[in-house]
Every structure is written in structure tokens, then in C-alpha cells.
């Protein structure tokens, strides 16, 4: 009986532990066209169609042009947000931007 018990907390132990709800991690992404507020708003736009990101913690550093901010890996994987921003026209580490979507960018986003 003693022995059944250990086993049961074990068991419960490690099922709690195994169940997590989230998995924060941080991504940093180097987007070498954000040069100004409006090419900042898209980016914005871009990373807001992702689901997991956390409130509150996207950095953005305009000198250096990366965004920094913390996401949810247990929803979605960080090359996701590369995309996302590749897709808005953008070069997002090292992927180039769409150019259908570059085309459309307004005036102010244009280098």
C-alpha cells in the first residue's frame, strides 16, 4: 500500500509539472528596414497578427532596428514572427521581405 502511494505521488508530481500553461521565451528580431515610425507602425501591425505574444514586452530599439519582446512558445514557434514581418515587407533576420508587399508600403515607410 505504502509503495502505491509513493507511486501515485510521483505520478502526480511529475504530471504537474509536465502541464505547463506557458513558456515565455524572448526573441530578438533584426528588421534593417525599420528607419522610422511608420516602418515601426508596420512592423507593429505585422508582429499583432501572432498569437502569444506577451503584453507589454515589445521593445523596439529604432537606432539598432531589432524588436525584442517575449512570447509564448507553447503557441507558436519564433521563426513565425520572422515571417510574419517578412510577409509585411520587411527583411526580418536575414529573410527577405515580400516584394508585392513592399510595393504597397505608403510613401512615409518607403527608404
Given at each position: 500500500m505504502k509503495s502505491l502511494i509513493v507511486a501515485l505521488g510521483v505520478f502526480f508530481f511529475f504530471a504537474g509539472v509536465g502541464c505547463r500553461q506557458h513558456d515565455w521565451r524572448e526573441?530578438?528580431?533584426e528588421v534593417p528596414e525599420m528607419?522610422?515610425?511608420?516602418?515601426?507602425r508596420l512592423v507593429m501591425q505585422a508582429l499583432?497578427?501572432?498569437?502569444?505574444?506577451?503584453?507589454?514586452?515589445?521593445?523596439?530599439?529604432?537606432?539598432?532596428?531589432?524588436?525584442?519582446f517575449t512570447y509564448d512558445s507553447l503557441l507558436v514557434a519564433?521563426?513565425?514572427f520572422v515571417h510574419l514581418i517578412a510577409a509585411a515587407g520587411?527583411?526580418?533576420n536575414g529573410i527577405p521581405?515580400?516584394?508585392?508587399?513592399r510595393a504597397n508600403w505608403p510613401s512615409?515607410?518607403?527608404?
Open positions: 526573441v530578438t528580431i528607419h522610422n515610425e511608420a516602418a515601426i499583432s497578427r501572432g498569437p502569444g505574444i506577451k503584453p507589454g514586452s515589445v521593445l523596439v530599439d529604432p537606432q539598432n532596428r531589432i524588436v525584442r519564433d521563426m513565425n520587411f527583411t526580418a521581405g515580400d516584394e508585392n508587399a512615409e515607410v518607403q527608404p
